[in-house]
């Protein structure tokens, strides 16, 4: 009888020990399968998002057209269009001059691009390469900025990124932005850096993979308005972008959008944009920088002496107002 009892209690034994192994096997492939999932689920969110609001639909960019500003008239169109959406999103008070523009504008390395349908502009970003007269963003951000200098690093600033508020639900700023990365990485600049508000860090983040590189602060040139700072590594972006958009959907892989679809013939980037930059007439400096703006005249003579530099030929004592050197 005992030896029954022995039986049983063995066989009960290794039954339970069976089911303990089974649910512990269960437990691992759920733990496994919650772990893939949690893995995946950016990567998901990040495709519907990118088919939803269809940003790299190649269709939709057959009626627009990019191309870079290099007349008054179009970099008019382009600080208009920055002054009015600026003004509608309250981040500037109207300016007597309706355009908004920054100093650096005045630099031959900076390049303002359009977006242009039906012969008139509608969007516009510009890439500002790093010089001595800085970056827009070093007003706030000047101790990140500097710990990427001091690396070594060529750092080139996005502003003013805006479209049209009639064609902001189309992908025109995927097509523009595409453009400032190309022309960004034919300059070979190290880092793309951008002030963006806290409300747009994630889309930067999550389907641009920028990175942020600077806490939460306020910009005064846009009435305080919260802002971020974040940076695309130029060095790294290619890989970041192949690990992350390994997909075979068009309308969800910006790998493909960025590097590989309808990029053109790169040997005539040489001639559409000069690595020697792109230079203002002596009018259109006067224009823009001291009968539009007071922007030429408050700078320090560092700074005006760096743009002297860019426009050797040019005689400033005819662009500035009368007195001006004899009075600094």
Known sequence: MRSFYQNWNRADKNVNEK?????????????????????????????IRLRRSRLTEVGQSLDYRIKTATSREEW??????????????????????TMRLKIQNILPSTRVFTARYEGRAVATATLIIDSPLGLPSDAIYKKELDMLRNKGRLVSEGSSLVTAKEFKCSNIFMLLFKVVYAYAQYLQTDDICIAVNPKHARFYEDILLFEPIGELRYFPSVKDAPAILERMDLRTAHARFADVYNMEDFDCDLYTFFFTANNGDESKWGKSYPTGGLRMSPEDIQYFFVEKTDLLVGINDDKLAYIQKCYPDYDFTRLLPPGYFSTR
Do not use: C, T, W
């Open 19 to 47: 089911n303990k192994q089974e649910k512990l096997n269960l437990m691992l492939i759920r733990n496994a399968e919650l772990l893939r999932e949690k893995k995946y689920l950016p990567e998901r969110r990040r495709a």
């Open 76 to 97: 008019i169109e382009a600080f208009s269009l920055a002054h009015d959406r600026y003004v509608e999103l309250g981040y500037m008070d109207p300016d007597p001059s």
